[in-house]
Nanobody, 119 residues
Framework: VQLVESGGGLVQPGGSLRLSCAAS????????MSWYRQAPEKERELVAA????????NYADSVKGRFTISRENAKNTVYLQMNSLKPEDTAVYYC?????????????WGQGTQVTVSS
């Protein structure tokens, strides 16, 4: 399993970014996907999640109405569109999925992409 994020960078407050996560090594369309983030000296937190077919999504309260998670199963890619960015959105953003085999849970993380919101 490989998850590779891209699209991070430096953006001014109020700006937008779109993160992408390219997945390989598993049947992408069968798995729910999530985006997490971790700011300096803070715990990693769930930002958004999307079901395997894309019909169900959920968001952290702090990003509702500003961020949108989506996926293209034909491209094995999940996205995070981030609008109206705030300095408190500054963090490393990680793509995540998991599988359960023989009663054990396996977590898969990307390497992360830095998002910095600053003027």
């Amino acid at each position: 399993v490989q998850l590779v994020e891209s699209g991070g960078g430096l953006v001014q407050p109020g700006g937008s970014l779109r993160l992408s996560c390219a997945a390989s090594g598993f049947t992408f369309s069968r798995y729910a996907m999530s985006w997490y983030r971790q700011a300096p000296e803070k715990e990693r937190e769930l930002v958004a999640a999307i079901s395997s077919a894309g019909g169900s999504t959920n968001y952290a309260d702090s990003v509702k109405g500003r961020f949108t998670i989506s996926r293209e199963n034909a491209k094995n890619t999940v996205y995070l569109q981030m609008n109206s960015l705030k300095p408190e959105d500054t963090a490393v953003y990680y793509c995540y999925t998991f599988s359960i085999r023989l009663g054990s849970k396996y977590d898969y993380w990307g390497q992360g992409t830095q998002v910095t919101v600053s003027s």
